[in-house]
């Protein structure tokens, strides 16, 4: 893993976070210290699966595709990992309800393949 698939990891994360704080939480009021815990967990979260399912994604289409300048097989790629990834994790957040017919789940495989997709296509340079 090099340091610009670190940052693409690390900044999708973030987006997705932002997106979920405010999706989920529709611009709360008041903020407290529980919400400021809530907003970290929430990426530790994201990071995490980030690191473990999007990482070995994104490099392999590095090594084999190439080309990754807004690339639709890129997205396709994560699309199809989002899919599988919500797959699993969708029972545990859900008390086993079918994901199939919750518009917000299929919301949320787009979000994250589409974060990833346009933070690994966008001209990140890292300077070491």
Same mark, same amino acid.
Request: charged share 10%.
């Given at each position: 893993?090099?340091?610009?698939?670190l940052?693409?990891?690390?900044?999708?994360?973030?987006?997705?976070?932002?997106?979920?704080?405010?999706?989920?939480?529709?611009?709360?009021?008041?903020?407290?210290?529980?919400?400021? $815990?809530?907003? /970290? *967990?929430?990426?530790?979260? @994201?990071?995490? +699966?980030? #690191?473990?399912?999007? =990482?070995?994604?994104?490099?392999?289409?590095?090594?084999?595709?190439?080309?990754?300048?807004?690339?639709?097989?890129? $997205?396709?790629? /994560? *699309?199809?990992?989002?899919? @599988?990834?919500? +797959?699993? #994790?969708?029972?545990? =957040?859900?008390?086993?309800?079918?994901?199939?017919?919750?518009?917000?789940?299929?919301?949320?495989?787009?979000?994250t393949?589409?974060?990833?997709?346009?933070?690994?296509s966008?001209?990140?340079?890292?300077?070491?």
């Amino acid at each position: 893993m090099n340091k610009r698939n670190l940052v693409i990891i690390t900044l999708a994360a973030v987006s997705m976070t932002f997106f979920y704080m405010i999706v989920e939480l529709s611009f709360m009021a008041d903020v407290s210290k529980g919400l400021i $815990f809530a907003i /970290f *967990l929430v990426f530790a979260v @994201f990071f995490a +699966l980030y #690191i473990i399912f999007a =990482l070995p994604i994104l490099i392999y289409l590095q090594r084999k595709v190439g080309d990754r300048d807004y690339s639709m097989k890129y $997205f396709v790629a /994560f *699309l199809g990992g989002s899919f @599988f990834v919500h +797959l699993l #994790i969708n029972p545990v =957040l859900n008390e086993y309800q079918s994901p199939f017919f919750t518009p917000l789940w299929y919301v949320y495989v787009v979000s994250t393949a589409l974060f990833i997709w346009l933070w690994d296509s966008a001209k990140v340079k890292v300077y070491a």
